[in-house]
């Protein structure tokens, strides 16, 4: 298994601002990856974090609004810049060991 | 485009039934497939994968694969209120992990005591 700390677990931000979500991992891994899932919703994948190298972005996603850091191999950050209220939603860090994907706790982002 | 479709539900059964649960998939590149059950609040967690055309059964669980039809389902036998959770089906491309999954939408079961 995979033991994976997230952080902050929730926030309530001001439009216009950015929240930076953290997420550490117990042990090293290559890929990690950060979902959303919006209210009522299945997750979303945003992208995926590799050690070295720029994160690999879905479609609909873009760096300007999501930065993404992978420092080392057993942390990432996902940031979310300029909020407004549609980014409200749970955000979901995720690392895969052969057939499973473990999540973090995730982080319920609220605008206002 | 990668497109996972499961019906929203809620579906309700009583104690002790069968629940069936179905998943369609758009991408025929998809090799691995997940059920995972998310409890409200709670970050999803693993149930079953399976990777080949057919059924796999874990204790209560039977997952069937029909890689023509882009279909895949979860039996749960014997259903206990505890099972009452949203079931999400997640495909990958990646046949050896759970690298980049897509999920549907999940479909939310109540078991009825």
């Known amino acids: 298994s995979a033991v994976i700390s997230q952080k902050p677990s929730r926030d309530i931000c001001q439009r216009g601002t950015s929240l930076t979500i953290q997420c550490q991992v117990d042990?090293?891994?290559?890929?990690m990856f950060w979902y959303r899932q919006q209210p009522g919703q299945s997750l979303t994948l945003i992208a995926t974090?590799?050690?070295?190298?720029?994160?690999?972005?879905e479609s609909g996603f873009v760096i300007d609004k999501f930065p993404i850091s992978r420092p080392n191999l057993t942390f990432s950050t996902l940031t979310v810049s300029n909020m407004s209220p549609e980014d409200s939603s749970i955000y979901l860090c995720?690392?895969?060991?052969?057939?499973?994907?473990?999540f973090g706790q995730g982080t319920r982002l609220t605008v206002v | 485009q990668k497109e996972v479709e499961q019906n929203s539900g809620p579906l309700s059964v009583p104690e002790g039934a069968i629940a069936s649960l179905n998943c369609t998939y758009s991408?025929?590149?998809?090799?691995?497939f997940f059920w995972y059950r998310q409890y409200s609040g709670k970050s999803p967690e693993l149930i079953m994968f399976?990777?080949?055309?057919g059924d796999k059964e874990d204790g209560r669980f039977t997952a069937q694969l029909n890689k023509a039809s882009q279909y895949v389902s979860l039996l749960i036998r014997d259903s206990q209120p505890s099972d009452s959770a949203t079931y999400l089906c997640?495909?990958?491309?990646?046949?050896?992990?759970?690298?980049?999954?897509?999920f549907g939408t999940g479909t939310r079961l109540t078991v009825i005591p």
């Open positions: 991408d025929r590149g998809s090799q691995s």
């Open positions: 995720s690392v895969a060991r052969f057939t499973e994907a473990f």
């Open positions: 399976i990777y080949s055309n």
């Open positions: 997640a495909v990958n491309l990646d046949q050896t992990g759970a690298n980049n999954l897509f």
């Open positions: 042990s090293q891994v290559t890929m």
């Open positions: 974090a590799n050690q070295g190298s720029e994160a690999t972005y």
